[in-house]
């Protein structure tokens, strides 16, 4: 239930 932006950093694998 976090926003796009925490949930980047905590899977950073997603964001490349």
Do not use: I, K, T
Request: charged residues 20%.
């Amino acid at each position: 239930n976090f926003p796009r932006d925490l949930a980047a950093l905590e899977v950073p694998s997603l964001n490349g």
